[in-house]
């Protein structure tokens, strides 16, 4: 089985990106994959503290409560997640990152061509690996490889921000939609849940020169009018082993 769940952009290389940030939020809305451990909650791209890095995250089975139910998750052997990068423009992924578990360890391969493209994926055991133990507690265990590029797998609190229950309110019609509140005011429904995730740190020129995109009418206010950076495609999917 896999899903694609979000579709965002990154900037490209040697651009000045430290105000670029993409997330999204699904949180167990698929009915096929609700609640198993393909189900993906959120990707997050964005510049790392070293302004030639782009650093990937991608959080799955969300929400889990703190206690046993965040103890006893765990990755599936049998699913790969994989960070999709298109550089070309064309909305096909031209490399990939794969993460796959293995025991208590989790393997990513890449960033490397993939071996095929669209709907069937294969390790790409002929890439570079780096290999992470699985964090267990809150003191992350990450990993860097010879090419830079670091890695982390394991649980962590659930980065996603929402008002659950003001968000209930103007869907059913009780206040109007601009009755959000301002985040100070907000309270976070996902403030003490947590979820499993991977992140990669990796280096801008292992990801190639990023596409140049054309200004969009009435594109939403993130860039100023004329100023869309060249910035890659990138998206993650899950893939459980057939």
């Not at 782009?54 to 089975?61: G, S």
């Not at 965040?70 to 064309?90: H, L, P, R």
């Not at 290999?131 to 809150?138: G, L, N």
């Not at 976070?188 to 009418?217: K, Q, W, Y």
């Amino acid at each position: 089985m896999r899903k694609t769940k979000i579709f965002a952009a990154i900037s490209g290389v040697g651009l000045a990106v430290a105000s670029i940030f993409f997330i999204a939020a699904d949180h167990v809305d698929a009915p096929a994959v609700s609640g198993t451990k393909t189900d993906i909650a959120d990707l997050f791209a964005f510049e790392g503290t070293n302004s030639n890095n782009t650093v990937l995250i991608a959080t799955l089975q969300g929400a889990l409560v703190s206690g046993d139910q965040t103890t006893n998750a765990q990755f599936d052997e049998d699913v790969m997640i994989e960070f999709n990068i298109d550089n070309t423009g064309d909305f096909i992924e031209d490399l990939v990152i794969q993460a796959v578990r293995r025991g208590d360890s989790m393997y990513f391969f890449g960033p490397a061509a993939p071996a095929e493209t669209g709907l069937e994926s294969s390790v790409i055991t002929f890439a570079s690996r780096t290999a992470v133990k699985i964090s267990t507690s809150e003191a992350a265990q990450t990993a860097t490889s010879t090419t830079n590029m670091s890695v982390f797998a394991g649980p962590r609190r659930d980065p996603f921000f929402m008002d659950f229950n003001r968000f209930n309110l103007v869907a059913s019609g009780a206040v109007a939609p601009e009755g959000f509140l301002p985040p100070a005011e907000a309270s976070d429904f996902f403030a003490d849940l947590n979820v499993l995730a991977i992140a990669v740190e990796v280096p801008n020129s292992m990801l190639g020169t990023a596409p140049t995109h054309v200004a969009v009418e009435n594109l939403p206010d993130l860039f100023a009018a004329g100023s869309i950076p060249d910035s890659y495609n990138v998206w993650v999917t899950t893939s459980r082993k057939q």
